[in-house]
């Protein structure tokens, strides 16, 4: 019943636009496919915000953890998420308020997802839930947002830290608890709360405890994601042992290479983006150092970069080859869609 009380949540969100603008991003994804030539006909269904580039964790996989972005970090300005937001509100159907950092953080957070909402747009977060005092559980439950993602990477201190380096799985689980109480006490089916369990060596034996701590907590769902390690060829003491929930497989020469097939085509080309705090657009969620900037809000409109000359060549250059793109050659996503 949770599940489908999410999907009908999902589906409130369609309009006849909304999905006759995805049935023109279908038909020019399958075209550009068959033609090798790239054509789009629609809009993003889909569109990642960065709400900030800061985190209080120091995760050894991720760029805001490490400090190690060569790009500036900040805070989304209001003016220019609502200017994208008035653009793009009749076709868009999902938006993610997450790329880097922890979206908490950003001071307005939750007055973008208001705003999202009055635009009749899905919304959806990922959170270390470090932030959720009573105060701002109750905030989340009454913006209207209607997915929260807790990264929740162990159910014990020891095992937790060891990947989310300087947090406390205590908060974590007082912040969950607050969510669900106050979802309770207003009444309300959303946010839909999402238990993330990143699959990593030190924390793969808590696989079942974590579904049993799901379920005692009352999260509405658990899911297990598999880890993304940057310098995977000689191995790396986070693949897990569970070949279910590792992206790499080792060689018999020792070395390690991802699993799936780098196919020449990615759908998140032709339904989705990024866009970076500071506007930036870039291709997908791999592309965390905004690397292959596509253009920038403010410059052009979301249409006329969308629709340019840049993104028409990147996507050329992906049908043609998407090993030569260094950021596709460590992704397990995107080929989806009859791949």
């Known amino acids: 019943m949770i599940f489908r009380n999410d999907t009908w949540n999902l589906l409130a969100h369609l309009t006849f636009r909304r999905c006759w603008n995805a049935l023109k991003i279908v038909s020019g994804y399958f075209l550009s496919r068959i033609t090798r030539n790239p054509r789009q006909f629609g809009m993003p269904v889909s569109i990642a915000f960065e709400p900030t580039t800061s985190c209080n964790l120091r995760c050894p996989e991720c760029p805001s953890g490490l400090r190690s972005f060569s790009r500036p970090t900040g805070m989304l300005q209001g003016e220019l998420f609502r200017n994208v937001i008035d653009e793009v509100c009749s076709d868009l159907f999902y938006l993610t308020f997450y790329f880097q950092g922890e979206p908490y953080l950003h001071p307005e957070f939750l007055d973008l997802v208001r705003y999202a909402g009055s635009r009749n747009i899905y919304t959806a977060t990922s959170t270390n839930a470090h932030y959720l005092s009573d105060q701002k559980a109750k905030e989340t439950v009454e913006s209207g947002l209607n997915r929260l993602i807790i990264s929740i990477d162990g159910t014990t201190q020891e095992t937790y830290e060891s990947y989310r380096v300087g947090g406390s799985l205590q908060k974590v689980l007082d912040g969950t608890r607050r969510l669900i109480e106050w979802k309770k006490k207003l009444k309300s089916k959303t946010p839909h709360i999402i238990f993330q369990f990143l699959v990593v060596a030190p924390n793969e034996h808590q696989i079942h405890e974590v579904k049993e701590l799901g379920r005692s907590l009352g999260v509405d769902e658990v899911r297990?994601?598999?880890?993304?390690?940057?310098?995977?060829?000689?191995?790396?003491?986070?693949?897990?042992?569970?070949?279910r929930y590792a992206r790499y497989r080792e060689q018999a020469d020792g070395t390690w290479q991802i699993k799936n097939k780098l196919l020449d085509h990615c759908w998140k080309m032709w339904h989705s983006c990024v866009i970076t705090w500071d506007g930036k657009i870039v291709p997908c969620c791999f592309d965390k150092d905004a690397q292959h900037a596509l253009g920038a809000i403010g410059n052009e409109s979301f249409r006329e970069i969308w629709m340019g000359t840049s993104y028409t060549q990147f996507r050329k250059a992906l049908l043609k080859g998407r090993n030569q793109i260094e950021i596709c050659n460590n992704c397990t996503e995107g080929t989806a869609i009859w791949a």
């Open 224 to 243: 297990f994601k598999t880890a993304q390690i940057y310098d995977y060829q000689h191995g790396s003491p986070l693949i897990p042992s569970n070949d």
